[in-house]
Nanobody, 118 residues
Framework: VQLQASGGGLVQAGGSLRLSCAAS????????LGWYRQAPGKQRELVAVIVIGGGTHYADSAKGRHTISKDSAKNTVTLQMNSLKPEDTAVYYCNAILYASGTWKTYWGLGTQVTVSS
């Protein structure tokens, strides 16, 4: 499984950014696609996840500001981030979880930097 992320960059506080991630390879047992982030000196944390055939889940920090969506035809997940704050500054990672025959497998894309200036 390969995850190709795009988007990110530098934006002023209050601005918006869109992150996209395209999944390819053996993804027939895809269970979920999501975005995590890791700020310097902090642990990686969930931002938002979309479960295939199910719903979405957001971190409290993302609720009301960010929206995750999936294009099933393209196996792409997009995170629209609005009202960005300096504390949103982090490296953002695309994540895919597959499930088959009782086995879970997790894949990560290369991170993309999001910097929000005050």
């Amino acid at each position: 499984v390969q995850l190709q992320a795009s988007g990110g960059g530098l934006v002023q506080a209050g601005g918006s950014l869109r992150l996209s991630c395209a999944a390819s390879g053996s993804i027939s047992n895809l269970n979920s696609l999501g975005w995590y982030r890791q700020a310097p000196g902090k642990q990686r944390e969930l931002v938002a996840v979309i479960v295939i055939g199910g719903g979405t889940h957001y971190a409290d920090s993302a609720k009301g500001r960010h929206t995750i969506s999936k294009d099933s035809a393209k196996n792409t997940v997009t995170l629209q981030m609005n009202s960005l704050k300096p504390e949103d500054t982090a490296v953002y990672y695309c994540n895919a979880i597959l499930y088959a025959s009782g086995t879970w497998k997790t894949y990560w894309g290369l991170g993309t930097q999001v910097t929000v200036s005050s």
